[in-house]
Each structure stands twice: as C-alpha cells, then as structure tokens.
C-alpha cells in the first residue's frame, strides 16, 4: 500500500493550495480517508476526513469554512482544498487511509503518507 501526497509549497497568508493523495495497493473506494497536520513542535492533529464513497466529511474547528475534502473515487485520489491560509496552517500534511468509517483518531487509521510540506508566510 502506497499513499502519496502531492501539491503543498510555499504561499502566502490569504493563497490558497490544493492537496492531492493517491492511493495505491489498496481498494481505494472501500477507505474513509483523512488529513492530518503536524506543525513543527507539535503534536499530529486532524485535519479533515471523508467517509467511503464521500457520503459524509468532517473537519477540525480551525480548518472548518476555509478547508474542503473531497474524493474522486473513479481517478483514486483524494483532494484537500484549503483556502485563506493563515500562518498557523503551516504545518507536514499527512494523507491517510482507514477501514473503519473515517474520524478524527489517529490510530483508527491503517495507511499513511509520507507527508508534503505546506508553509504560509505572513
């Protein structure tokens, strides 16, 4: 299982970036999929998540409003739209994939990327 995420560099407060995560290996439409972020210093945290066949989305408190997930379940990969970017999102953002209906918990997550960078100067 290969999960690789592309699409994060460098912009400023305000830009906008897409993220994109393909998926290998695995059957791609029977996994929820997440994003998670881990700034420099902290600890992991969740981003957002989309359940199998993209029926439900979730997203954390300060992503919610600037930040879409999405999924194309036909092409494989899953996107993360993020919008208004701020300093603090600045962060390695991490693709994920579950077998279980998709949440915030890390460890309900079986495969992961290695992660692209994303920093937002101010």
């Known amino acids: 299982v290969q999960l690789v995420e592309s699409g994060g560099g460098l912009v400023q407060a305000g830009d906008s970036l897409r993220l994109s995560c393909a998926a290998s290996g695995l059957p791609f439409s029977n996994f929820a999929m997440g994003w998670f972020r881990r700034a420099p210093g902290k600890e992991r945290e969740f981003v957002a998540a989309i359940s199998r066949l993209g029926v439900y989305t979730y997203y954390a408190d300060s992503v919610k409003g600037r930040f879409t997930i999405s999924r194309d379940d036909a092409k494989n990969p899953v996107y993360l739209q993020m919008n208004s970017l701020k300093p603090e999102d600045t962060a390695v953002y991490y693709c994920?994939?579950?077998?279980?209906?998709?949440?915030?918990?890390?460890?309900?997550?079986?495969?992961w990327g290695q992660g692209t960078q994303v920093t937002v100067s101010s």
């Open positions: 994920a994939a579950s077998g279980k209906t998709g949440s915030q918990i890390i460890n309900e997550y079986d495969y």
